[in-house]
């Protein structure tokens, strides 16, 4: 949980570099809190007509801001540029191209981001 709430707390911190971990522990999390609110809204009977419930739509904006300072952080760390987030506006092949940034390693050392996360930690 502890990488989830560091995400949180940099939630509109778009520059510098997120590690592996750190992306994938909040992705991690973000599923399963996404699930439990979804089971909830079911029992409580709040689901809209899409299907989506109150407070998962609640929860997803909360959320979306950190979400997307996590994934330009986790580019940076591989020396790319968060433009390679427009990527996802080309379905599935966008999608697992991103997906193969995120799973790599991250530069060692300095690059033009900022300092390796995994030295400061």
């Not at 522990?25 to 299907?51: A, C, H, P, S, Y």
Request: charged share 20%.
């Amino acid at each position: 949980m502890d990488w989830y709430f560091k995400a949180l707390r940099n939630y509109v911190g778009f520059r510098g570099r997120a590690r592996r971990k750190e992306y994938w522990m909040f992705f991690l999390v973000n599923i399963i809190l996404t699930f439990v609110l979804t089971v909830l809204d079911k029992l409580l009977g709040w689901e809209r007509t899409g299907g989506e419930g109150v407070l998962t739509t609640i929860y997803g904006l909360l959320v979306l801001l950190p979400t997307w300072a996590v994934q330009f952080r986790r580019l940076h760390d591989t020396d790319r540029s968060a433009w390679w987030l427009l990527l996802t506006l080309i379905p599935i092949i966008g999608w697992l191209i991103l997906l193969a940034f995120y799973c790599q390693k991250g530069n060692e050392g300095e690059n033009r981001f900022g300092p390796d996360p995994k030295r400061e930690s």
